[in-house]
C-alpha cells in the first residue's frame, strides 16, 4: 500500500516548473554547483579542524573564521535554489484553485511584492555592510564584509529568481 504524502509547493505548482526558461536552468546550475563546491570546501574546513584538534591536539582556529564567514554565503545559494524551484512559502494554496488572469494576476503581484521586500532588505545590508564591513576578524584579518556581502547576495539572487518568475509567467 502506498502511503499519501503532502505535495511539495513545486508540485503543485508543476506547471510552471515544466515551462522553465533556459536561462532559469542555467542560472540554477549554476547556484547548485556554486553551493555544492561551497558546502565541500567548509566540510572539508571543519573536517580538518576537528581531525586537528582530537587526533594531534593542534587546532586550526583560523578555520572557524574562513567558515563563519562563508556560511552566510552557503545561505544565501540555499535560498536563492529555494526561490529557484519554487519551494519557498508563497501563495501556492491560492493559486492552485485560480485560473486564467487572476492566477496570473495574482502570481505577478506576488513576484513584484517579493522583488520589493529584497530591494528594501538589500538597501538595508549595504548600509550594514558601510558601517561595519571594514572590520576584522582577529586571527586572519578577513573583512566582516565577507560575510555581511552574502546577504546582498541572497537579494541578488532572489531578486534574480522572483524576476524570472514573472519573465516565465507572462510567457504563459
Not at 530591494?119 to 555592510?129: E, K, P, Q
Request: aromatic letters at 8%.
Amino acid at each position: 500500500m502506498k502511503e499519501a504524502t503532502a505535495p511539495t509547493p513545486s508540485e503543485i505548482l508543476s506547471e510552471e516548473i515544466t515551462r522553465r526558461s533556459r536561462l532559469r536552468i542555467k542560472f540554477e546550475w549554476l547556484v547548485e554547483t556554486a553551493a555544492i563546491a561551497l558546502l565541500a570546501f567548509l566540510v572539508g574546513l571543519v573536517l580538518a579542524n576537528s581531525l586537528g584538534r582530537y587526533l594531534f591536539a593542534k587546532p586550526l582556529p583560523w578555520t572557524e573564521e574562513v567558515v563563519t564567514a562563508l556560511l552566510m554565503w552557503l545561505g544565501a545559494l540555499g535560498i536563492t535554489i529555494g526561490a529557484l524551484k519554487n519551494e519557498l512559502i508563497s501563495c501556492a494554496i491560492w493559486t492552485r484553485h485560480l485560473t486564467g488572469i487572476s492566477r496570473y494576476t495574482l502570481a505577478i503581484i506576488q513576484a513584484v511584492f517579493s522583488i520589493a521586500v529584497v530591494i528594501a532588505v538589500g538597501v538595508l545590508a549595504w548600509r550594514y555592510l558601510g558601517i561595519f564591513g571594514n572590520d576584522r576578524t582577529p586571527i586572519l584579518g578577513i573583512s566582516k564584509g565577507v560575510a555581511i556581502s552574502g546577504i546582498l547576495a541572497t537579494c541578488v539572487g532572489l531578486g534574480i529568481a522572483f524576476a524570472l518568475n514573472i519573465i516565465e509567467e507572462r510567457k504563459n
